[in-house]
C-alpha cells in the first residue's frame, strides 16, 4: 500500500494530501480508506507542500514618474 501511496504522491509533484492520494487510488482501483492513507502518511513523513501566501513586492522608492489621473469626472 505504501508504494502506491508514494508513487501516487511523486507523481502529483509532492502536492496532494491524503485525501486527494486516497480518491486517486480508488480512481485507480486500489481499496483504501482516507483514515488509512492518513496513518501511513504520517508515519513515513509525508506531507503535501503548501502554497506560500503572495506578497506583495512593490517598491515605493523609484524614480520612475507615476501616471496622472486621466478618469476625473464632475459628478452633480
Known amino acids: ?7 501516487v504522491y511523486q507523481q502529483s ?4 494530501g491524503y485525501p486527494r492520494v486516497a480518491a486517486q487510488l480508488r480512481k ?5 480508506g482516507r483514515n488509512r492513507v492518513a496513518r501511513l502518511m504520517r508515519e513515513k513523513g509525508i506531507q503535501a507542500k503548501t502554497k506560500r501566501k503572495f506578497r506583495a513586492t512593490t ?4 524614480k520612475f514618474p507615476i501616471a496622472p489621473i486621466s478618469l476625473i469626472k464632475t459628478f452633480r
Open 1 to 7: 500500500m505504501l508504494k502506491h501511496i508514494k508513487r
Open 13 to 16: 509533484r509532492s502536492l496532494y
Open 28 to 32: 485507480e482501483g486500489i481499496q483504501c
Open 59 to 62: 517598491n515605493s522608492n523609484h
